[in-house]
């Protein structure tokens, strides 16, 4: 018999992973690389359920690649729901109609499950940042292995933001780290904890260096951008995988923040704002008609709302920030769940060899009892009472409105009357297709295994929202974890204040208003949303330029300390992409020849002048601070 609390199981799940990955040198054919992934997916299930109620500790693999994991209810909570969705996405994959190449999307598939586990496992802060860099490395092969040649720009995108704003600050903050704790086999986050007073520097670096990380994984605002291009052109059943690993940028906001760093106001509200903008990528949704990327700009406003959620929980503390980090967790699941349910409904339409757009949705929509379970899931991201985000909201809400802070407050009524679109988003799909779609289509089966995982999520994520005593249990865990406080019951989480009164008054009235503006002609609304577009337009813009003017600063400044460019070519790098072909500059006597420069130039020029010698000593340590910035940049 396995004994779980060695972490037996966790390596049983990475060995069944590392089959599938080659399972198509047998067999060239993708979907032998599946049943392997259905057992690792349920043993991640399996462990991550256990390790909720009990820990779950011990070492996995071996040589460098050993691992100290464990896994307590914060962790199992998310690695039981990434093993959740591994699952159900690897028995859609069976009978999914597509064409990837065999044993590289085998790697990927399997490769990027194995890593978020090993993610979302370890306690080792190195292994930690190697993982996050596995995940990148994977999905961006999962994205080329499924996707057309024209997809290879989307795919460097992705890669730079996931390296530049991912791994970098991540390995930044790992180094400052070690420095604090003094051991690689001991860099746990508790180790860190209790290390905070040896840090090299203030802890304000710490959260400057893990928050980027966090923001590029979960897709939140300024680094948003890669979701909508990624997810219009995966193939839909591997969406859900992405929305999981969205997830784990919760799970170390959580891990960090919460857990291991000091709780700082000023950080809750930097994450609050920053998700208060990402609710207003739903707005886009209103121009689309490509229902992938429709659905894809509502992912992040929902990732956006458990980032102000999170946010909120920092700054408030106590029994209301308690109530907020509750609703936190519950809004991320609920998303994974009925965002899951959304994009396998639009893999049904992918099957028919189709593109998932407004009229080709009457096939999915035309006599199947898989339509009921889809709108289910398509109203539960509405907020329509008693669905899931209806539920999750009202606790954010309460929290939100049930103190006199200020900024939340604007923040929340903000977050509040985006809510609305999302319904309105929904109805105007629905119209326009009864409106503009005449032409009948013939009703083709979808496959049973397509039909039974799109309405097993999709009744999951229904069940769960309504009857929230499923994974109460669960979360009570969670948050003396996190909190130290313990949930005396459900109900006094939800009636903590009286300002649940405002926050179920807000609900209703923008479900009501969501209704109302769904109804209205297209242009009536269009003109309504021109302002918030403008807006967005601004936003776009304002992040467009300083991501330019930072990739210039990189090639015309730092690219030829880094690699070896002759001086009348670096005018025609324009891009990353050109720059690959030149060789890495090795450390030799040619590093020093501007900084010598440097000094014969100070040299003259103080034989001419009186210098003020505080100045030109602060110079001196400027120049060389940034000597050694780029010296450590290039070994």
């Not at 049930?402 to 809510?419: R, Y």
Request: hydrophobic share 50%; charged share 15%; with cysteine.
């Amino acid at each position: 018999m396995i004994a779980l609390t060695n972490a037996s199981v966790l390596s049983l799940a990475l060995a069944f992973f590392a089959l599938g990955s080659v399972a198509p040198l047998f067999k060239w054919d993708f979907r032998v690389s599946l049943p392997p992934a259905i057992v690792g997916s349920l043993l991640t299930l399996l462990a991550g359920a256990y390790g909720i109620s009990r820990e779950i500790k011990g070492e996995i693999l071996f040589g460098l690649l050993k691992t100290g994991v464990k896994v307590e209810p914060l962790n199992g909570f998310f690695m039981a729901f990434l093993g959740l969705i591994g699952l159900f996405v690897s028995l859609y994959l069976l009978h999914y109609d597509m064409k990837p190449r065999h044993l590289t999307f085998a790697i990927a598939y399997n490769g990027t499950l194995a890593s978020a586990l090993l993610f979302l496992a370890t306690d080792n802060l190195e292994k930690l940042a190697f993982s996050y860099e596995l995940m990148a490395v994977f999905t961006l092969a999962l994205f080329l292995s499924t996707v057309p040649k024209r997809g290879r720009v989307t795919a460097r995108n992705y890669i730079i933001l996931t390296q530049v704003f991912g791994i970098i600050p991540l390995l930044m903050a790992t180094s400052l780290a070690y420095s604090a704790v003094g051991s690689l086999h001991g860099l746990t986050f508790e180790a860190l904890r209790e290390g905070l007073d040896r840090l090299p520097v203030g802890v304000w670096l710490l959260y400057a260096l893990y928050l980027p990380p966090v923001l590029v994984r979960s897709g939140v605002f300024p680094f948003h951008t890669w979701i909508p291009r990624v997810y219009q052109r995966l193939p839909s059943p591997l969406v859900p995988v992405f929305i999981a690993l969205e997830g784990t940028g919760v799970y170390l906001s959580l891990r960090v923040f919460f857990e291991t760093l000091p709780n700082s106001p000023v950080v809750g509200y930097v994450i609050a704002f920053l998700g208060t903008i990402s609710v207003f990528a739903t707005l886009y949704s209103f121009k689309e008609i490509r229902l992938k990327t429709k659905f894809a700009y509502h992912s992040v406003m929902d990732v956006g709302v458990s980032y102000f959620a999170l946010g909120s929980a920092i700054v408030l503390g106590g029994e209301l920030g308690t109530v907020a980090l509750v609703g936190t967790i519950l809004h991320t699941l609920y998303q994974t769940l009925y965002k899951s349910a959304i994009f396998f409904g639009l893999g049904a339409i992918e099957h028919y060899g189709e593109e998932p757009n407004i009229c080709s949705l009457r096939k999915l929509l035309k006599g199947h009892v898989i339509t009921l379970l889809i709108s289910l899931s398509a109203f539960s991201m509405a907020g329509v009472p008693p669905l899931a985000a209806f539920i999750s909201k009202w606790l954010i809400y309460e929290a939100s409105f049930g103190t006199t802070n200020a900024h939340l407050w604007i923040m929340g009524i903000t977050v509040a009357f985006l809510g609305l679109f999302p319904l309105a988003s929904i109805l105007q799909v629905r119209r326009i297709n009864r409106l503009l779609c005449k032409r009948e289509v013939e009703r083709e089966e979808v496959p049973l295994y397509i039909r039974s995982v799109t309405g097993v999520v999709a009744l999951l994520g229904f069940l769960v929202a309504v009857f929230p005593l499923l994974v109460f249990p669960w979360l009570q865990h969670i948050v003396k974890e996190l909190t130290g406080f313990e949930i005396e019951s459900l109900s006094k989480t939800f009636f903590v204040s009286p300002s649940v009164t405002i926050a179920v008054a807000l609900l209703l009235i923008s479900t009501y208003a969501g209704w109302r503006m769904g109804r209205m002609p297209t242009d009536r609304a269009s003109e309504l949303l021109l302002i918030f577009y403008n807006v967005g337009d601004i936003l776009r813009f304002t992040a467009n330029f300083f991501l330019n003017r930072g990739k210039r600063a990189y090639l015309n400044y730092v690219l030829p300390f880094i690699k070896v460019v002759p001086k009348h070519e670096l005018p025609l790098i324009k891009d990353y992409g050109d720059a690959l072909d030149y060789p890495v500059r090795h450390l030799d006597e040619a590093m020093f020849i501007p900084l010598i420069r440097l000094f014969e130039k100070l040299a003259g020029w103080s034989g001419e002048r009186n210098l003020d010698m505080n100045a030109l000593i602060s110079g001196f340590a400027i120049a060389l601070a940034l000597l050694i910035v780029l010296l450590g940049v290039v070994s």
